[in-house]
DNA sequence: CCCGGTATCAGCCAAAAGGCGGAGAGACCG
DNA sequence: CGGTCTCTCCGCCTTTTGGCTGATACCGGG
């Protein structure tokens, strides 16, 4: 069989070279292209098609690593796409799950598993880190925690530090309908106060 | 003269191979050893002593980087730390200096700006970022922008989203006291509501 | 066709937060 | 020594927020 081919798209010099050099030990899998950004991946996918594309999400500047997914997978060369990542916030893996990715490996996972994660990406299964996958698991199993669409639009105004007023004119609703969506996800993140409910927020859904 | 002999303590194995790949085209510069924590770190440096330690801030658990910066200096064997980081947040850069860092380089920094970074600070000197550099300049320029000691403790308990109350009992204040600190926070931040303080502070010192 | 989920709004009341002005004690510095 | 900074605290008043209850309307599935 032929090795796997991959194609590395970081921001980051060090971790591209790093991953080089750890899939480099791997008979069965070969680094064929790299790119530093959304952009440049796109290009270089165009000519170097790849069977898999490890991918970080967050990029310095420019398109970042979901909207890549999204483009990637349009043009669709059904290459898999793994994502490749420092963190595991619960927004990120779902926007990137449902922007088409194969897996979803943290950068501190083992090399064992980074192998596994490729191999399997290369074969179509899907596959993620553990954290990741009880995290997804979990709001499967606990519906109530998520946020509808209203709500999450309001939160992600709500972490930029806006008040009750400043929330209802930007959304084009009362201010008593702002409180109540407000009611509803304190109760969905366990908190009582705007405050925390902003610290969780931003530290759990990596809203930044 | 010797090769400059450097330390390695990143928590992402992916991190340190690529350094060290980096490093190593460098004919004047060896790695000598690795760690992966904070407590690894003050082990290792004691078995093999270096020229320069370089040292990512965000430790996935355990002592952070700060504090491993700190009991390297204390137990002072003249090596010359250098922070090796993903976030040019503020708070971090000032942390670290005081702490005893030599330099503080990006891990997105152009490869011949992180061998610079190495040379330097085996001789003893002092190497900034230009981002990081710049983001110092800063501070020094505006001191009425700089958060005293006090406010920024106060700062790091009220982005966990906690009451005026709570943090009045966690630092043996008044209530009053608390409220004359917040005061005093949001004019430096420049905002007027606690919730924007949170949203600022965690994103601008990358404080989480 | 009724029910559950979502989104919208209201009023009332208590608690929390914020603005304002003032003030004393200790530390540090020129 | 005098000025500046920092940390501490008070009271008073206004605004904001949060808790509670209840209501209307739309939509989609069983």
Same mark, same amino acid.
């Given at each position: 069989m032929n090795p796997i081919s991959v194609l590395l798209v970081d921001d980051h010099l060090v971790v591209r070279s790093g991953l080089k050099a750890l899939l480099g030990?791997?008979?069965d899998i070969t680094v064929v292209a790299e790119a530093a950004s959304g952009e440049e991946a796109l290009a270089v996918a165009q000519q170097h098609p790849a069977d898999v594309v490890m991918?970080? *999400?967050a990029m310095g500047q420019g398109m970042d690593g979901i909207e890549a997914i999204k483009r990637l997978r349009q043009a669709s060369k059904q290459q898999a796409v793994l994502v490749f990542t420092t963190y595991d916030s619960d927004a990120d893996i779902v926007r990137a799950v449902d922007a088409g990715a194969m897996g979803y490996? *943290?950068?501190? $996972?083992a090399p064992e598993e980074i192998f596994a994660a490729v191999r399997g990406a290369a074969q179509g299964k899907s596959v993620m880190s553990a954290p990741v996958a009880s995290k997804l698991f979990q709001q499967l199993r606990n519906p109530d925690e998520v946020l509808t669409p209203r709500e999450a639009e309001l939160l992600s105004l709500l972490i930029q530090g806006l008040s009750n007023r400043e929330l209802g004119k930007r959304l084009f609703i009362s201010e008593a309908t702002v409180k109540t969506? *407000? $009611?509803h996800i304190y109760a969905k993140l366990g908190v009582e106060t705007r405050a925390a409910a902003i610290a969780v927020a931003i530290r759990r859904e990596g809203m930044r």
């Open positions: 030990t791997q008979p991918m970080d *999400l490996v *943290l950068k501190d $996972a969506h *407000l $009611a």
